[in-house]
Every structure is written in structure tokens, then in C-alpha cells.
């Protein structure tokens, strides 16, 4: 299969959508072009050049999708996951998850198929915890957070992720396996991309149901005393503030909790 804005030649439709979204950062509802056998027509989504492949070049696609199936084995579960996604109805379900991460449902061959969505989102999440823990020490101000997330980017990430690409493209030739390499590195990348500041941290709190849409801050203590600030005590003021939300929000998450 080609991509019509590069012309590379890839082995498989899922080959291609990676590399239609990691490579040329092209979204859902970009316009696309099919340049199978000539075919030249456009279209103003990703799933719907999808099934426009599938229902009038299937006979290239199945021809594509079996070489495939001889060259890699690790190209064959993406294949069968696609086609399972494909030949199922599903419909863009606006539930915490797909709202969150924004990346499709995939089917699931077993409980060991190995699924980097679902990995990358769970490193996300691993994020996520590690600065609310932060925010619950009460030695950790809200700028200490930000240091700390600053720190491990710059520190320890981008460190990690400049090795990687070095060694990616060195190493690496074949189209798909470097579609995924850069969708890892991509999610690497963006290590803090829910709780990079307070409101987006407050976002996902809400969108998960961890608070409620109503809740209300307010000062509960307000007082002069000393404080460290880079080395140096000096008195200022020192805010305490406390949340309160609606009770049946409490108690229906509460009763909610691991079922």
C-alpha cells in the first residue's frame, strides 16, 4: 500500500494508518486520499478511507495482508486486530477512557496480547499518581510539583528519549516497526501530558469523576508565619483551603469504589 503524501510503500492497511498518524501527524478527520490502483479519491476522514480500502481494494489489501502474514509475526497480530475492529459495529463511545487518551478501542486476541495503547496509557496514569502524591505532601507546594515535573523532563527524560531515536534510526529501516517505535517515544515525550498544569490535572480529575463539576474551594485558615523559600526563612502568608462537594456525589463515588 502507498501513502499518498510521500508515496512510501507500506505492507498493510494497519501499517499504514500508523504511519499516516506518527509519521505525517495526520488526525481522524484529516483529508485522505486513496492511491490505490490509481483510485485518486479523497476523503474527509480516516475511517472512511478505511472502508473504502476495505470494500473496493480488498483483493490488494488481503494480497498485502498476506505477505505480511509470511514476513512478521508481529505484523499479523496488528493485522487480525484491525480486522476484527473493522468487520465489528462499533460506535465512538464518549466514556473517561476514549475522552482521556483519545486512541481507539482494540480488540483483545488474549489476556497476554501485548498492546501499546494500552501501555502507554497506563504510563500516563503512572503520572498522574505520582503527582497527586506530590500534591498530598504537604511539604510539596503547587511550584514544587512543577520543579519536580521540569526536573525529570529535562533530567531524565529527554536523555531516555534522545538515545532512543538514536539508536531508532540507526537501526531501524522497516515502516511499521518505526511507525511504533515513534508512537512509544511520542508517549514518552508527553510523560506529563494530563497533569502538566493544575487546570489540566483538574480536568482529568473531573473527567475520571475523582470531583465533582460542582465542587467549591475556599479558605479554611489564613495566617502570618515563618517559611522556607529557597534556603531563606522569612514570615508570609500561609493559606490553608479545603474543597467541599455535593454529598451525594461522595457517597455515590464512595459505594462506586472497586464495585
Known amino acids: 500500500m502507498k501513502c499518498f503524501i510521500c508515496e512510501l510503500n507500506v505492507p498493510s492497511l494497519p501499517s499504514l494508518v500508523y504511519?499516516?498518524?506518527?509519521?505525517?501527524?495526520?488526525?481522524?478527520?484529516?483529508s485522505y486520499t486513496c492511491v490505490e490502483d490509481d483510485c485518486l479519491k479523497s476523503f474527509q476522514s480516516l475511517s472512511s478511507l478505511k472502508k473504502h480500502i476495505l470494500n473496493k481494494h480488498v483483493n490488494s489489501v488481503e494480497d498485502n495482508l498476506s505477505e505480511t502474514t509470511v514476513s512478521c509475526s508481529g505484523i499479523l497480530t496488528d493485522t487480525i486486530i484491525y480486522k476484527s475492529i473493522?468487520?465489528?459495529?462499533?460506535?465512538?463511545?464518549?466514556?473517561?477512557?476514549?475522552?482521556?487518551?483519545?486512541?481507539?478501542?482494540?480488540?483483545?486476541?488474549?489476556?497476554e496480547t501485548f498492546d501499546t495503547n494500552n501501555c502507554i496509557e497506563e504510563l500516563h496514569l503512572g503520572a498522574v499518581k505520582f503527582c497527586l502524591k506530590l500534591?498530598?505532601?504537604n511539604n510539596c507546594c503547587k511550584s514544587d510539583v512543577q520543579n519536580i515535573q521540569s526536573d525529570i523532563e529535562n533530567n531524565i527524560l529527554n536523555p531516555i528519549i534522545k538515545l532512543l531515536m538514536?539508536?531508532?534510526?540507526?537501526?531501524?529501516q522497516e515502516p511499521l516497526i518505526l511507525s511504533k517505535f515513534s508512537q512509544v517515544i511520542?508517549?514518552?515525550?508527553?510523560?506529563?501530558?494530563?497533569?502538566?498544569?493544575?487546570?489540566?490535572?483538574?480536568?482529568?480529575?473531573?473527567?475520571?469523576e475523582f470531583i465533582s463539576d460542582q465542587y467549591k474551594q475556599f479558605t479554611i485558615n489564613n495566617e502570618v508565619n515563618l517559611i522556607s523559600n529557597n534556603g531563606q526563612t522569612a514570615y508570609n502568608e500561609i493559606l490553608t483551603k479545603d474543597v467541599l462537594m455535593p454529598l451525594k456525589f461522595q457517597?455515590?463515588?464512595?459505594?462506586?469504589?472497586?464495585?
Open 186 to 208: 511520542l508517549g514518552i515525550t508527553d510523560l506529563f501530558k494530563f497533569c502538566k498544569t493544575e487546570y489540566l490535572l483538574n480536568n482529568w480529575l473531573k473527567n475520571n
Open 86 to 111: 473493522s468487520s465489528s459495529n462499533n460506535s465512538d463511545n464518549n466514556d473517561a477512557s476514549n475522552i482521556l487518551f483519545d486512541q481507539p478501542k482494540r480488540a483483545k486476541l488474549n489476556e
Open 166 to 172: 538514536g539508536v531508532i534510526q540507526k537501526e531501524v
Open 251 to 259: 457517597i455515590k463515588t464512595y459505594f462506586e469504589y472497586s464495585n
Open 135 to 137: 500534591h498530598n505532601n
Open 19 to 30: 504511519h499516516y498518524k506518527i509519521i505525517h501527524l495526520l488526525g481522524p478527520f484529516n
